[in-house]
Structure formats: structure tokens, C-alpha cells
């Protein structure tokens, strides 16, 4: 069984355990991970990590998942007969178990909409009275500004030393999804230039929907020639779909894999894990998590 | 198998099916009606008369229920096995289903504390974008003014007319809620100015936990010495814990009807039904329902 | 030189100082005072008399007045070239000259349309940072609950006591606003009921614009034939427009006054005064900022 | 007269006139600029040109402009005995004058932490109804993603093509103000990357407060040997202490100027304008302005 299988048998059992009468005290805790989900089961670990590393490191606390994705959780629901709640309905649930302290952690990567709607979502339950909590707070995601990605560029930088100090002609080719309309799209931009301030032209950051895109890494590539073999790997939390298709999939044309093959790059290698795999993101996590329970 | 509990068991079903892959429609339309609950089972019917009025005036919506007190949720959970929702998870899982008009409706009879608390969560979800509804309105209770209280007037006077018209010394008497802080709590001095401009001195409303009180109500009766009998009679949507004990218990020694009897009142009768079981109060919440959805 | 206008003078001088270059203490603390306004100038004591009191009895806060009625600021401004401010201006210049606590209070006597409004402005300034306060809490209007009629009910007793006491054929009229939608408008039956049970029969309260009525009055007299003598005075904190006209007018058909000599009542005193006047209102008055300022 | 001084005439004209007993129609429009303000009389032509540009565009709306700079403003009272209003204040004029749909646009180039103070405001005036809009509308800033990184890079490199189509060894630097901790601090490096897709290494972008950094153009300047002079210009709408200090201070031994100069940069020509004086700014103003007036 996996741990993310165990987490949910621990939020189904709080679910059926909720009216206990139990007493309640003003020091019952929550912490609520939010994730937008996957449905590949087998990409969960990458959210199994983070939320271990959670529930080990605050093991006074009930550590709760939320997905925000209608159409992932409604498959696993008719696929895996899972039931897992959208963040409201996990909200509802903590207040009506009894916690009065619950801390919100989003396991997004740039606060962009979706970060936005969790800022809703708490911002909601803040003006509640007998359904709210006596605090709840939100932590920021991993990337807010040059700080976060100097942190983040260390972290991208270690985790793919092997092929970047054995090889000094192998760049890394990396996937973040993006978003097209919104500021913190940008971010990604800034943690490109983090990146080239600590290592120059060998870790290429691009997006599926927004800037930089894979043509700005092709023209990264195009400026250094010195450059004959690719690594690729996600920058997202979990690889599931985009990792599995957009960025490596073989039979998809518009693949980059596909697209930096026929640009000349024969030898790629594919790196396919999760960043909530790495125990550095876990940590990072964590360190975030820390923060916003103790700030005032 | 009472209304109540049928409609429970669609309760149910719709928690278990709201996963299924519906196709999303701008049209899905709800009504939920919270009631404070009522942890006796045969006195829910009254909340089921009301239930079953919104059903049958509006067929095209799902009818939800949700109950505020977290003690009788508890109890009921507990003794009968069934998951009532509060306000809040109530809201969430309509959400979840894909309904995008709701149309709230309390049972309760005055703007109070109670009232003020369900509006807090309307607002919350009017602030919710995926997690809210295109269209979501909070219907008035029973009493908001001068008005409501004259059409109350009239029903409570057509309620008791056997009472009244065959025994001019009979009077009724009425116990209310009552709150004693919030301002909404005039609401009850004012159907009683309501009730005397078109009955006078024939029917007295007090309240347990505020003004008009008991002690008020003795005033009005020493006032008007023809009345030799009295029938008692609670002013609450459902004939619960306050009808059985707080206005007709014989054990209970401050009990209206122990207090009547020690100030001279020997002939009493009890008439213990909830106002919800009364045609003319489900009227009046049909009419409150239809100006909701109809009103700009 | 009337205490209104040195009060004014004051808000035009802090307005034109506000742009000094005063170091910016934690605890500069404002009082603002909230009235409907009047555009008869020899009404204005009553306010002056509260903004008296709160400037006698908090010596280190600035004391700051606004109207809430456009069209009394109009004229006011146009006739007598003084601008007195609307809320949202006045607390807008309190944050300018670098006001951090702000503690605001209603000259109203129900929690009506107008309070709700009050209250808008400053849960609106409750959300702002930079142009809002550290603190800015608003108080209650002097009615809101049996407590609060049962201390109006003695002070109007005491305010007409030369009347009552001496009299046992006199009556008290009392002409309160009214609002005939919301639900605080019942507090004046509260009020009635207060007076009933400290004084029965002795004074009666109606509304200009809704329940009580004087038709409620006519009828609580005529079930009170020892009553041959009438004082009719406003229950409002200013006597303006109502007072002189709706309640005293000889002209005016349809003024109580004209009303009641048609019923038969020949000996009729007005006392038009506001109650803001009275020394016991602007210790209720006090009172309620004190509570204010101190509660948690 | 400057134009500057025209618009506040005329907005000191507008507040005296306020109280007239003018007709209030449902159709009064006015559309408010927010900007931080300058103290330095001779770069309001910046914002005279925005604000001359509203005014042509939209000659049936009123054009008011605030600053949210305090110290600023302040400055501007003491030396110059003008009163600018802040954002809150004017919008409370606007409200008393009887304008029924508001248009707020801000100056600035990022959503940042100014931003995200005037987006309070205005969702708190929405709050509002009596002191509120019919309709109230905020603008968004300048940049917000990458096709707004697209135009802008498009303006500025037909701002400097003098500069960079005669000389091939020129490179132009601008100096933006960034923000340490907001996420869209980082919308300045992609518009780095806009500039460097449409003309690689010509335009470097830098910020005060946050990165990119001097110390990042100076490494792109180490990557580019080809370039010998330089253009220093404010990436700012206004070119007020920030451009004449901190970017050309020839005293100051931390300004640009100096620091590229030690640095072997000896052929440096400064160009200080705000961008607000440029008309193709001024286009991008007005089509944000239209965009925001005519959307849903």
C-alpha cells in the first residue's frame, strides 16, 4: 500500500470519525495540503513526499490532502473508488472535526490562478464565524521572488549535478507548465535568470503554455553550440501527463523531445521524476511550512 | 418511511452520484433549506411539511436540507446512523455537483444571531469562483417587519380560531425562541402590536430567552380577567425540546404550564405542533421562495 | 458663537493642517460622530451637546463629526458655506493627518438602513492598510436590546417626570422615525413594552413612517379614558424637521397634533427638544464609546 | 501653465462645485489616474501627457487624478500649496459629486505592492452603496505577461532606434524601480526576455530594489564585447529623483552612471525622460483605458 494510499485511509476514517464526541480543545491543528492532482497513480509519490515529510515533521498535527482538480478527482473517484475533497470541502470537514488552527499549504510551484482561488478559498472561510477557524493562514508557493529562486536554482543545480559537472556538454532541458495571462507567469523568467547567474547556459527553463517557451530554448541552445547532449525532466511537482507526453512522449510530434530531435539533438535522456520526489523540494517545503505556522 | 427520512436518503444518493460525468449545465438549480434541527425524530415532520412544499412548487430543483446545530448533527449521526450537513458542506457539495443557482432558505423566524451566521456563509460563497455558483440568494426569515408580522398575525389567529371564536375566555398563549442581544429580537414585541391591532388581548407571545417574557405575559392576563382558560402552544418551527419541556413539562416546575397553573390558570390546554406542520406557514415559506428566485 | 460651529471650525482647521509634517505617533486615537444631520442651525445643540460630551469626557482624542445626509450637507453648504464632511470623506482625512485608532459612533437610535450603511464604510475601511487604521471599531446605536429599552425607558420617564408625576391625567407622546422594511424598526414595540412595564400607560410611542403607528397611539388612549392631557415630544436626537412639522405643525393637516384635536383632545403641551439635549442621553452616549474604546 | 497645473485647477474647481444642486443622471463618468506621484514640477509633464491623453480620448468623462505617495503629496502642499488628493479621498469626491461610473487606472508599470493597495480600495468602494458606484473598474498595469512584454519591448526599442540602428557597438540600459519581495517584481525579467527575442543584447533592463540587478547587466555587458557606449534611461513613467540620482547622479559614487564607468564603460550619454512623455506609451495607456471601459 502506498503512503499516498495510506493518507487517504486516514482521511476517510477522520470523515466517518467526525461526530465523535470528542471534546474539543483550542489546540486541535490541521495542516491542509493542496495539490492540483494527478491521475496517475503511480505519479502520486511525488505528493506522498511532501506529505510524509509533513506529517513527520509536524506529527501533532492532522495532515490533510486536497486536490483542486474537478476532472482528476472525479477519476479517481470512478476509477479507484477514491474519494478525494476539493479545498472547501476539506475546509468544511477540518472545522466540523474540530480543528481551530489549520495551516494551508499549496504545493503549487508560482502563485498564478490557481493559487489565486486557494487565496479565495481562505479568504472565505477568514470571514466565517462558528464554520471558520479561530486561525488559518496560507503559505506562499515554492517561487515568489529572486530569493526563492536563487533557493530553487541550488536545489535544480544539485539535482542534476551528475550530468552537469561529469558532462560540459550536456544542458538541462526543463518543463514548467505556465500560464498565459497571469504576472506570475514571469517567474519563471526570473528563476531563468537565477539559474544562468549560478551556472550559466546549462539549465534551459521553459513553459507548456506561456514564456519562455521551447523556442527561447532552442535559441538558448542555438548560442551555445558547445552544448551536444539534453537531459530532460519536469519542473512540476509531480510527472504525470505533461512529463509523460508534452515533454518525452514519442509518438507526440510536438513532443520536445521530438521538437529537439528534429533540431539536431540526438542524444537526450530522459529524466521523469517529479520534483516532489527530490528530498531538497521536500525540505523546502517544510522550511515554508515552519514559517507560516510560527509567523505572527 | 417519513418524508424526513426520504428525503435524507436523496441527500444520500446525490452525495454518491456527484461524481458521475453529468454534463454540465448553465440551468442546474438547487434550493437549500437550513434549519436549526431537531433532534426528535417526530418532530421533524414539520421540517419535512416545508421540505416536501418546496419540492412540489419546484420540481425542476434539487431540494437540500442542511441543519446548524452541530449538537443535534452529532446526535442524529450518532443514534440514527445519518450524516446531516451544516450550511457550509451543504453549500460544497452542491458545488461539487455542478449546480450553479442556489437559493437558500431558513426556517427561522427571526433575523437573528442564527440568520446572521447563514448569510455570513452566503457571502463567503458569493466571494468562491470555481468553488461558488454563478447565482446564489439568501431568502428572509418568517418575520422582517411590520408586514410579515401582520400576515403571521392573521395565520396564528386563523391557527387558534377553534380556540378563539368558541370561547371568548380563552386566550393563547405563545412561546418564542427569543435572543437577548441581538436587535431582531423586537421582532416578537412587534407581532404581538401586530396581533392586538387585530385580536386584542386574546393571544400573548413571550419568549424563553428574552423580552416579551413570561412575566409579561402574567401582566397581559391580569389585564383581562375575563380570560379563565388558556391554550399554550409554541411559536417555533418545529414542537422540539422547548415545546415538550420549557412550555408544557409537568416535571419541570418552571415550565410555562407549572408557572400558569401556581398563578391561578387551571384549565390549560397544550397544543404542541410546530408551525411547519401548518399549511398556512408552508404557504408563506413558498411565497418568501418564489419572490427569492423571481426578485433582480 | 454655538458649540456646532466651533466644532466645525475645528474640522476646517484640522482639514487645512493636515498636511503638517506631525511625527506620526502609534496613538493618535480620533472619536467620529455620525449623525443624520439637520439643516435647521438652532437644532443642532443636540448634537453639539453629544459632541460636547465626548470631547469633556476623552480630552486627548480629536472629536470628529460627519452627516450622512446629502441633501442636509447640500444646503448646509450652500446656506451657511460650511462643508461638513459624509463618513467615508471624514474617515479619509482621519487617515491623512495620520489618525491610527478611530472609534466610530452613530447618533442613531435603532440599527436601521442608515447604521447598516455606517457600518459598510467601516467594514470598507477595515480591509484597507495604508488608508485605513490600525484599529477602527464601530459602536452601537442606543437601542438594540431589552437592556437598552429598559435604560431608554427610565430616561425617558425621567425626562418627563414634571409631566407624569404630578399629572396622573397626562400623557406622553413620543414621535420616533420608523423604517418600515427593516427588521430594527420593531425595537420601538420593544421600547413600548420597556415603558409598559415601568410606567404602564403613561407614554406612548409611534413612528412617522411605520409601526407603531399613530393609530396604535389613538388606540392605546382610548383604552386609557383617564387620559385628558397630551405632551408631545420627538423621540429623535434632533429636533428638525419631524418635530415641527409631522408632530407640532399647527398648518399641517395630517400632524399628530392636528390628529389628536380631532380625536378630542383639547389640552395638548409640545416639548420640542431633542433628546441629544438631554444630559442623560449624552451619558448613555458616553457610556457607549467607553465600551467601545475598551472591549476587546 | 503646465498641464498639470490645469488638471488641478480644474479638480480644486471640481471639489468647490461639488455641493451645486446639479441633476444626478445615472450617466456621470469619470475616469481617475493613480500614480505615485513626483515631487519634481518639471517631470508632471509625464503624467500631464497621460493625463492630456485621457482627456482627448474620453472628452464627455471628468479626468481626476490622485497620488498615493504621501510624501509626496505632503511636499506638494508645503512648497507648492496644492492639495493632490490620495486614491480613497478622491474617490470619496467622486461619489459626493455624483459621478455614477468609475474608471481607475494606475500609472505604474507592474502589478506590485502599490498595485495590490489600489485594487483594496477600489474593491473596498465596491463594497460600499451610498458612498459607492454604480460601477467601479480597475485597469491593469502596464505589464502583466508576456504579450504586454511583447509591446512594451516593441515601444522601446522604436524609443531608442536612434541609438540602436546607427551604432552596432551601442547598448541601451534601463533602470526600473522592482520590488524585493512581490512575485511580479520578476515581470521585468521577461520582459528581459521580449527584448532579447526581438533584438538580442542591445536593451538591458535592471531594477533598484530587486533583480535583475546593475550586477546583471554588467554580466551581460562582459557577454557582449562588442559593445562601447552606452544609453542610460529610466524605465520609469516619470523621470523624477530615482533617473537624476540613482541612474545618472554623477556625484553619487553608487549611481549607474559611475558604477559603469569604473567598470570601462567611458562613452555613456544619458536620456532622461519619463516614458509617460512618450506617445506610444500614451497609446498603450488609452487602449488599456478602452479595454477596461468597454469589457463586461
Not at 492532482?37 to 490533510?64: H, Q, V, W
Not at 498565459?180 to 547567474?197: D, K, M, R, S, V
Not at 547556459?201 to 513553459?207: A, D, E, H, K, V
Amino acid at each position: 500500500m502506498t503512503k499516498f494510499f495510506s493518507a487517504l485511509l486516514l482521511v476517510l476514517m477522520l470523515a466517518f470519525s467526525s461526530y465523535a464526541d470528542e471534546p474539543e480543545s483550542n489546540d486541535k491543528r490541521a495542516i491542509l495540503i493542496v495539490s492540483f492532482g494527478t491521475s496517475m497513480p503511480e505519479a502520486r509519490k511525488a505528493i506522498d513526499n511532501l506529505f510524509d515529510a509533513a506529517k513527520n515533521n509536524f506529527p501533532d498535527y492532522e495532515i490533510k490532502l486536497a486536490f483542486t482538480s474537478n476532472i482528476i478527482r472525479r477519476k479517481i473517484a470512478r476509477e479507484e473508488n477514491l474519494n478525494i475533497q476539493n479545498p472547501v470541502q476539506a475546509l468544511a470537514e477540518l472545522n466540523d472535526s474540530g480543528f481551530k488552527k489549520v495551516y494551508v499549504i499549496p504545493t503549487h510551484i508560482i502563485p498564478g490562478e490557481e493559487y489565486d482561488e486557494i487565496k479565495n478559498v481562505v479568504e472565505a472561510f477568514r470571514t466565517l464565524s462558528k464554520y471558520g477557524f479561530k486561525e488559518i493562514k496560507l503559505a506562499r508557493p515554492f517561487l515568489n521572488n529572486y530569493k526563492d529562486c536563487e533557493a530553487m536554482a541550488e536545489i535544480l543545480i544539485s539535482r542534476f549535478k551528475d550530468f552537469l559537472e561529469k558532462n560540459s556538454d550536456t544542458a538541462v532541458i526543463l518543463m514548467g507548465h505556465g500560464t498565459p495571462e497571469h504576472p506570475a507567469n514571469a517567474l519563471y523568467a526570473l528563476l531563468q535568470l537565477a539559474l544562468n547567474n549560478k551556472m550559466p547556459n546549462r539549465i534551459f527553463l521553459g513553459t507548456v503554455e506561456s514564456a519562455p517557451s521551447i523556442d527561447d530554448i532552442l535559441l538558448g541552445l542555438k548560442n551555445n553550440l558547445d552544448i551536444k547532449k539534453l537531459v530532460l525532466s519536469p519542473f512540476m511537482i509531480v510527472a504525470g501527463d505533461h512529463a509523460n507526453n508534452d515533454l518525452a512522449g514519442e509518438d507526440d510530434e510536438e513532443s520536445w523531445l521530438n521538437i529537439l530531435k528534429k533540431n539536431g539533438y540526438a542524444n537526450i535522456t530522459t529524466y521523469l521524476h517529479g520534483m516532489g520526489e527530490d528530498e531538497k523540494i521536500a525540505d523546502m517545503f517544510i522550511k515554508k511550512l515552519n514559517a507560516l505556522i510560527n509567523e505572527d
